[in-house]
């Protein structure tokens, strides 16, 4: 039986992220996807790298962390597409984010000079039209976030995997797994439906599905999955170049003129059918937001299954049994966003090495 210095289930972009940090450092990887590479979450995101935009008024370890990760892109992006050959997608162009309401605007005035203090490129664009021309006729004013971007997250995921491969990682698609394997209390490997793989160190970055497989060894995480829903259009010349985001809504600008549009936030259900219901309230606040995106031609629809915890802060860190088993989740719908750090930060942890940036989502938290 083969034996690998790591196993890590999940070939979502956490789980592919960790496996490429890894294979940088020599190890020998087994990276186990139930289905296809980025086929779950990673591969229905529509990829911004929101840091600022997101998070606003939280200057806390989320965000700190979330800072780390954004400014590892640029680099990453020639890194990846040198091993990979694939082109995750990057733009650097900033984000625009509508207030809505008198009390948004105010608290986007609070955001501007907080991030502002902290030496972040926020402020109010009094001339919206001037930026984005094709912006609904009442919006007078937005908040330009010039540090936040996007990437194609069904991209970086794959790009994150196959560069793995080309270090050396191992990947197996349509392998589930279905347990742990423990030997006289001992993680030694994983079981899957028609075998066992032996290793040194396991990694869960399952995404909503690391509950599952956690809680049958008495040690529960305070997770539940929260289906996003996202629709795309196609238009005919470009109607945006920076992506606009507002309260339920946002319009991302991806190649060839194509417009993806999210997304909703249904808690606690796993079940990917896209409602009509859904589609039509986007539809509705993307109209107000770019009215000339009603003249656009139909793509697509779809769903993706994100894991938030109770909290807010995804898990990241070691398991009080097992000290071989590492967890990667909970990253909601910063997941894409964080990818480049968590790789990074699991992999120092298989390592020995410590990170103070870590504390804040240990495991035990809700215990301590």
């Known amino acids: 039986m083969n034996k690998f210095d790591v196993i890590i289930i999940g070939g979502g972009i956490i789980g592919s992220s960790i496996a490429y940090e890894l294979a940088k450092r020599s190890k020998k990887v087994l990276l186990l996807e139930r289905g296809r590479l980025a086929s779950e979450a990673s591969g229905a995101a529509a990829g911004m790298l929101a840091a600022l935009v997101e998070m606003g008024l939280e200057v806390g370890p989320l965000f700190r962390l979330a800072l780390k990760s954004r400014q ?103 392998t589930q797994v279905d347990d742990l394997l423990i030997e006289d209390g001992k993680l030694v490997g994983v079981k899957t439906l028609t075998e066992n793989f032996r290793s040194d160190q396991v990694v869960v970055a399952a995404g909503a599905w690391s509950k599952n497989l956690l809680e049958s060894h008495g040690y529960p995480l305070k997770t539940y999955p929260v289906k996003g829903e996202c629709f795309s259009v196609l238009a005919s010349q470009q109607l945006l170049e920076s992506t606009v985001f507002s309260h339920g809504c946002y319009i991302v600008p991806k190649k060839g003129n194509r417009l993806l549009v999210g997304a909703t936030a249904i808690p606690h259900t796993s079940d990917k059918k896209v409602s009509f219901q859904s589609v039509q309230s986007l539809m509705e606040k993307a109209k107000k937001l770019l009215p000339a995106i009603a003249e656009t031609e139909w793509e697509k629809a779809w769903s993706g299954i994100r894991p938030q915890t109770d909290d807010g802060l995804p898990y990241l860190g070691m398991h009080p049994v097992y000290e071989n088993l590492a967890i990667a989740t909970g990253h909601y719908r910063n997941g894409i966003l964080l990818s480049a750090v968590t790789g990074k930060l699991i992999a120092d942890l298989l390592d020995g090495i410590e990170n103070e940036d870590l504390h804040a989502f240990r495991l035990d938290r809700h215990t301590s």
């Open 72 to 174: 590892m892109y640029p680099k990453l992006a020639h890194e990846l597409r040198a091993l990979s050959g694939i082109d995750i997608g990057f733009v650097d162009k900033g984000m625009l984010k509508v207030p809505l309401t008198g009390a948004e605007a105010l608290e986007f005035e609070e955001i501007i000079k907080l991030q502002g203090s902290l030496g972040h490129q926020v402020s109010w664009c009094e001339k919206a039209h001037s930026k984005e021309p094709n912006l609904g006729q009442h919006i007078s004013k937005v908040m330009e976030v010039l540090e936040d971007g996007q990437v194609d997250a069904p991209s970086l995921s794959l790009a994150f995997a196959k560069s793995a491969e080309a270090l050396g990682t191992t990947t197996k698609e349509f």
